[in-house]
């Protein structure tokens, strides 16, 4: 679907930064939202008029240094708007028609947010793995990428098992201390 096909969402233009970071987040990601909306509410009026609800809460609600996963705050506060629309709906519907209908809300658990949060955590901690000493890259590729033993890396290596053990403690070590630094809390995420 084309950005010509789904209509432009207006904007209300807000001085300092979080209008800045609002338009960006809006021409990155406008069509994605706009087509994943009108894939969760069915009809491209909604889906913008969703949208725009979207963005309006963002000028209120967000300051840029709030947020640390833009794309994926973008698209729970959509979700979220469009859950509620889904179940005004649905209790219009349900007031008309009875029970019928009920199961019109899609499950959630594997949603964009969910997905852009992941992507984003991932390019975090692709970085963090480049940034590791050699030897401690290394260990941490085979053993967490490839899924080699700790037998089959000490082989490749010309290492001793226990080195493996000690360069693996290491690596997590430092990979946990870089991601905890951009606020990423990997026993937190799920």
Known sequence: MDKGDMGEV????RPGEPDEFVERLCR???AQLLAYLTQMLGRPELAREVAQDTFEQLHRAYRPEQVMFPRAMLFKVATNFALMHLRRRRLESTMITGSAGMEEIPDQRLGPD???MAD???QHL???IRGLRPNLRNVFVM???QGKPRREIAAALGITEKRVDKRMTKALKACRERLSSHGI???EVQ
């Open 126 to 128: 692709a970085n963090v």
């Open 143 to 145: 053993a967490h990428v």
């Open 28 to 30: 990155t990601h406008e």
């Open 10 to 13: 207006k904007r209300f233009p």
């Open 120 to 122: 984003q955590i991932g």
């Open 185 to 187: 809390d990997l026993a």
């Open 114 to 116: 969910r997905q852009a």
